[in-house]
Nanobody, 122 residues
Framework: EVQLQASGGGLVQAGGSLRLSCTAS????????IGWFRQAPGKGRLGISC????????YYDRSVTGRFTISSDNAKNTVYLQMNSLKPEDTAVYYC???????????????WGKGTLVTVSS
């Protein structure tokens, strides 16, 4: 069974940085992608970035392009999300999820980890 564990959330001032980590295990092939999603209070879950395990292809939502960077360390089965120039509107619970498919959408994910809270103060 695929399992994911997200960590690295916390409280940061606007303009600051955080790095989230997602450690995953249990895959039956290398043809999958891992994504980061966030859900702010009262809003739906938004896909903000994904990375393919085998080809390293990345996707970013336009709300984070230029500020967030996704990367992976395949030897450690860990995906990172470096978040720079954080804004109060980035405040949300951040989740990592995975799919053997190709879309970077919440409904396209097969497995989810528990979320980690990111709070950006103004």
């Amino acid at each position: 069974e695929v399992q994911l564990q997200a960590s690295g959330g916390g409280l940061v001032q606007a303009g600051g940085s955080l790095r989230l980590s997602c450690t995953a295990s249990g895959f039956t092939s290398d043809d999958y992608q891992i994504g980061w999603f966030r859900q702010a209070p009262g809003k739906g879950r938004l896909g903000i970035s994904c990375i393919g395990r085998s080809d390293g292809r990345t996707y970013y939502d336009r709300s984070v392009t230029g500020r967030f960077t996704i990367s992976s360390d395949n030897a450690k089965n860990t995906v990172y999300l470096q978040m720079n120039s954080l804004k109060p509107e980035d405040t949300a619970v951040y989740y990592c999820a995975t799919t053997y498919g190709s879309s970077c959408t919440a409904y396209g994910m097969d497995y989810w980890g528990k979320g980690t809270l990111v709070t950006v103060s103004s």
